[in-house]
């Protein structure tokens, strides 16, 4: 079965520099979300979108910027990039609420970001 | 407001006995729960839910949990550890709002299993 599809897996920037994420859902899922887990943390709310639209904001920082696309897919954008950025993100998508949905997330295996 | 209570940041058992990881919930909503794990330098993959059908769920690798709603408990429970079930285990409440959901997260259960 398809899966949420993250690339890149793993990215290596300096300081100050700019970093894009990309997130494919799957397939029939309009609903994506961005979390952010820092080491030996739980999993912390960025953004999430549905159809195409941002549905919700938890603690992105300003430096981050993120859309969702006509095909569904998402990227973060991170700009000016510090140290405390290292983490690895996590997109997830699910089916629109309600009906058949019964409010899962399905995760992508994240893409680590480690800054220099 | 929704919130996720994992009492417990460490658990250790050794291999082959039961596994408990606790969760305590609150929600102004029926609210749907879930169970997480991740193993090391992975993403998370779906344990069980809940969704407002049987209080009593079963999911993947032997792992199975009760919805409590008199004591808003979500308890994950296992009868034999096994040591491929060492990993981070997260409990999720989903607040339905809007036409898409919240998801709220515990900070995790880091389970160990010894030898």
């Known amino acids: 079965a398809a899966g949420v599809i993250q690339s890149p897996r793993h990215l290596i920037k300096e300081k100050r520099e700019t970093a894009t994420l990309k997130c494919y859902p799957i397939p029939r899922h309009d609903t994506v979300y961005w979390y952010q887990q820092g080491p030996g943390q739980d999993p912390q709310f960025l953004i999430s979108?549905?159809?195409?639209?941002?549905?919700d904001k938890g603690s992105i920082p300003d430096r981050f910027s993120a859309q969702q696309f006509s095909d569904y897919h998402s990227e973060l954008n991170m700009s000016s990039l510090e140290l405390g950025d290292s983490a690895l993100y996590f997109c997830?998508?699910?089916?629109?609420?309600?009906?058949?949905?019964?409010?899962?997330?399905?995760f992508g295996e994240g893409s680590r970001l480690t800054v220099l | 407001a929704q919130s996720v209570t994992q009492l417990d940041s460490h658990v250790s058992v050794s291999e082959g006995t039961p596994v408990l990881l606790r969760c305590n919930y609150s929600?102004?909503?029926?609210?749907?729960l879930f169970w997480y794990v991740q193993h090391p330098n992975k993403g998370l993959q779906l344990l069980l839910k809940?969704?407002?059908?049987?209080?009593l769920v079963k999911g993947i690798n032997g792992f199975e949990a009760e919805f409590k709603k008199s004591e808003t408990s979500f308890h994950l429970t296992k009868p034999s550890a096994h040591m491929s079930d060492a990993a981070e285990y997260f409990c999720?409440?989903?607040?339905?709002?809007?036409?898409?959901?919240?998801?709220?997260f515990g900070t995790g259960t880091r389970l160990k299993v010894l030898a």
């Open positions: 979108f549905y159809e195409k639209m941002q549905s």
């Open positions: 929600s102004s909503y029926s609210p749907s």
């Open positions: 809940y969704t407002s059908a049987a209080t």
């Open positions: 999720v409440v989903s607040d339905p709002s809007s036409g898409t959901y919240k998801y709220i």
């Open positions: 997830a998508s699910s089916p629109r609420a309600g009906g058949e949905n019964t409010g899962e997330l399905f």
